[in-house]
């Protein structure tokens, strides 16, 4: 890249010499060699996700039946009762012997506790590398090219030049307020009603249309943009190598954004079934009604029918995230 920009000669304007445009250059590829491990990691996240699925599975399905064989489950009478009205049910105290079972209850739902904290650590150790690559990527590379683009414009004094520059200005805005949208957009809101009233398990939102408007009209604009570079690159040619490495730093941004949004839903996915295990542990530790855990079962069997969608949810997310640098950007 170094050479091309800069045309093999040095064109006297500090800051743009062949050696300035080649540090620049340096840290860009540094920066893109880091994305492998992050890559890595994610590989990681999949198999996570597909092994805590069957283990869920198991579990869940050892934790139904456990209760389901209490002598105090088998005396209420449920039959087709929502969550929300066994829990207007009044309450019926444990036998003497289910009490003495509550202890190995316990160590299953533990059992689920301590594979979700397994499986979630892939996650987080890749959320943590996907936001200082797209830290490092905000922070250092796009203002190293900005300032690089600023010293080229200031060696270009034509009229021409200047009104295509400013056409790019009014682009630039519109692309960067467009992403700033698809950003905003992009993320799923993970929504979790366990104990409430609802008895639902976990529920997702997402603005996709509204992203997948903002992604769009970005990519016209930066076709646009492009359209104006090649013609400013005829009078400029650093300038315009320059303007056209901005423009895929851009392009790669949304995609960058569209995979740390990604893996950021899958933990926060991860945090919603931590809390969700945690506070069924607590409650069936210290309870003494037998209803409760008649609404466990209830809400637990709901969680397992909606877990193939939200299984399915995850790892669209996930083959989201595997084609964010299938196209090369830069």
């Known amino acids: ?33 880091s994305w492998s491990a992050i890559e890595t990691n994610m590989q990681k996240v999949g198999g996570d996700l ?45 036998t003497g012997q289910d009490s003495k079972k509550i202890p190995s209850l316990l160590a299953l739902v533990d059992d689920l506790k ?43 004094a034509s009229d021409e030049i200047a009104k295509l520059t400013a056409d790019v200005d009014q682009l630039n805005n519109r692309i960067n307020q467009k992403l700033a949208e698809y950003e905003e957009y992009s993320e799923y809101k993970w929504i979790g009603f366990w104990w409430g009233p609802i008895g639902g398990a976990l529920s997702y939102s997402i603005y996709g249309l509204k992203a997948s408007a903002a992604l769009s009209e970005k990519d016209r604009l930066i076709e646009e943009k492009r359209q104006v570079e090649l013609t400013l ?11 056209a490495f901005e423009t895929s730093l851009q392009d790669l941004k949304t995609r960058i954004d569209g995979a740390a949004s990604g893996v950021s839903n899958i933990e926060s996915l991860w945090v919603l079934l931590e809390e969700l295990v945690e506070s069924s542990y607590d409650r069936i ?16 069997q709901t969680l397992m029918s909606n877990w193939k969608e939200i299984q399915v949810q995850s790892f669209d997310l996930l083959t989201a995230f595997n084609k964010t640098l299938e196209e090369p950007a830069v």
Do not use: C, W
């Not at 690159?233 to 303007?243: E, V």
């Open 114 to 156: 301590i594979h979700i904290k397994d499986h979630s650590a892939s996650t987080t150790r890749t959320r943590v590398g996907v936001t200082d690559f797209k830290r490092r990527l905000k922070e250092e590379i796009a203002p190293g090219v900005a300032l690089k683009i600023r010293l080229a414009r200031s060696g270009s």
């Open 233 to 243: 690159k005829k009078q400029n040619r650093l300038l315009g190598d320059l303007l």
């Open 1 to 33: 890249m170094s050479g091309s920009l800069t045309g093999g000669i040095d064109n006297a304007i500090p800051g743009l010499g062949p050696d300035a445009i080649a540090e620049l250059h340096v840290g860009i590829q540094a920066h893109a060699r």
């Open 285 to 300: 530790k210290n309870t003494n009604n037998a209803v409760y855990l008649v609404s466990f079962v209830s809400r637990f």
């Open 50 to 94: 597909y092994v805590f699925s069957g283990n869920l599975i198991t579990i869940a399905t050892n934790v139904v039946d456990f209760i389901k064989g209490l002598e105090s489950y088998q005396t209420l009478q449920v039959g087709d009762l929502t969550p929300a009205q066994i829990d207007q049910m009044p309450p019926a105290a444990l």
